[in-house]
């Protein structure tokens, strides 16, 4: 995309960094037609790739918007999820979701993907264009963008930092990022085998402990320990320096060649203080940086990004209650302490400590077991996210991503699932009386109202489904309750037009 600096110099949103959490931020906010601004200082998609994961949840996400199968058509399933530390794999069938799989897609792919979906909705996109500074005032932030050896100023609403570990946004911003230093860091190389035969795919332990090798198409990925990590982590890995510690973890070398991509990651975790500050929103990295271990970071990126969209679309539309903005830090900043849990765990788990003999026996145990297992798959994956709704009942499901039921309707059969593709709330009237929407009427547009039938689950009477897919309220045969839906579409959607 071609720089310049006649382009737009006002929008609702300005969104920073063009990664999954930008784009798929961006598709949200055009979606409710907000007018939104993307830019991303690199001004060409990098040639190397992050990573190779869609977990089951970022794909029950993205089918809540009608776009799961346009990735799902690409990759290759595998009925497990990704976890470091024990030695029983994780299983996916049985889990709750609609996707019990790992998707193998490259991210450099999952990032195309979105892009394209992003731009058929609208979005300003531009490459090459890097954010410099930001003030905000009672009223938006005004941004220095620069490109090339120009700048402009652009004046938005609101301004969502999804720009990495490093984000500027939440720097300008001056939001505090927590956490723990690195303690080790591990070498990643994309190389070429002189040899196919001389690393195996997997893990190869030696004298100096073990090393990682993922095939790839046309190459291999490798992971080893960093023996002797510089103080400048950015400082550029060698295919020698590399090659050097798999010899010494392997106690014999092995011929690496073609190099791809040679990088260098630490164990650091962090947390963003603040999710919300004024109007400043971060997501994906610029909100948490996490050890890679389970494969979450696009994942949880995109998560992020799902639940800030519609609020962040309602509170420029002006149609959000008081604290819908805040409900965002409140519910995503949970959810990234238990990411940061989960994975700083894998870590532990994953260390050459006989300290940790017991611990790791007694996990493998529970996992061993058919509902420890699926447990633990729901865990790391975060198909077991619940947000507390208000008003709260007893019932399992109410905070969870709502099932994808099946639904016959007037117009043939459908899936809940398909219902919120227009990014709009939903009210699911299982009665067969019809009149829960008039009782919601005045609460259309942003909500929208279908009559069906659910023959899998005859006690449910009625749904009330956030546009992100969670379930806000629900009615059976044994609640029959009216004012819990009206509370529930006032908290989440405003005061009635």
Not at 454 to 477: F, M, N, S
């Amino acid at each position: 995309m071609t720089a310049t600096i006649d382009c737009p110099q006002e929008t609702e949103v300005l969104i920073v960094g063009a990664g999954p959490a930008g784009l798929l931020l961006a598709t949200e906010l055009r979606l409710a037609g907000v007018h939104t601004v993307l830019i991303e200082r690199h001004a060409e998609r990098p040639g190397f790739c992050r990573g190779f994961n869609l977990n089951a949840r970022a794909l029950d996400l993205l089918a809540r918007r009608g776009l799961a199968e346009r990735f799902i058509s690409e990759g290759w399933q595998v009925p497990q999820a990704a976890f470091t530390g024990l030695p029983v794999p994780l299983g996916l069938d049985g889990a709750a979701t609609g996707h019990p799989y790992s998707l193998g897609i490259p991210q450099t792919r999952v990032e195309e993907l979105l892009e394209a979906h992003a731009l058929e909705l609208g979005t300003d996109l531009r490459r090459g264009h890097e954010l410099r500074s930001l003030e905000q005032d009672p009223d938006g932030v005004t941004a220095v963008v620069g490109t090339g050896g120009d700048s402009y100023r652009i004046r938005a609403g609101y301004v969502a930092g999804c720009d990495g570990g490093r984000s500027t946004v939440r720097k300008q911003a001056g939001i505090d990022f927590p956490g723990t230093e690195a303690t080790r860091c591990t070498l990643l190389g994309d190389v070429e085998l002189a040899d196919p035969a001389a690393l195996p795919f997997g893990m190869s332990a030696g004298p100096g402990g073990a090393v990682l090798t993922i095939p790839r198409p046309g190459y291999v990925r490798i992971c080893v320990e960093d023996p002797r990590p510089p103080a400048d982590r950015d400082t550029p890995v060698t295919l020698d320096q590399l090659a050097d510690a798999v010899a010494g973890v392997l106690g014999r070398r092995v011929e690496l060649r073609a190099p791809r991509w040679l990088t260098r990651f630490g164990d650091a975790a962090r947390q963003a203080a603040e999710y919300v500050r004024g109007r400043v929103v971060l997501a994906g990295d610029a909100a948490h940086i996490h050890p890679p271990a389970g494969a979450i970071g696009v994942n949880v990126a995109l998560d992020d990004a799902f639940n800030l969209g519609w609020k962040l679309a309602a509170t420029v539309r002006g149609t959000a209650p008081e604290r819908l903005l805040a409900s965002y830090h409140t519910e995503r900043h949970r959810a990234g302490e238990q990411l940061l849990d989960s994975t700083r765990a894998q870590v532990i788990l994953g260390e050459a400590d006989d300290r940790l003999r017991p611990l790791t026996a007694l996990l493998t145990r529970i996992a061993a077991h058919p509902g420890g297992n699926t447990a633990f798959a729901e865990t790391i994956t975060c198909l077991d996210t619940r947000y507390d709704m208000h008003p709260g009942t007893a019932h399992p499901w109410l905070g969870l991503l709502a099932p994808d039921l099946a639904l016959s309707t007037d117009g043939g059969r459908t899936h809940l699932a398909a219902l919120l593709a227009t990014g709009h709330g939903l009210l699911l009237d299982l009665s067969g009386e019809r009149a829960l929407g008039e009782s919601a009427a005045a609460w259309s547009p942003r909500v929208r109202t279908v009559s069906a039938r659910c023959r899998e689950h005859p006690e449910l009477r009625a749904l009330l489904v956030r546009p992100d897919g969670h379930l806000a309220w629900l009615r059976t045969t044994e609640d029959e309750d009216e004012d819990g839906l009206h509370q529930a579409l006032q908290h989440w959607h405003g005061v009635p037009v």
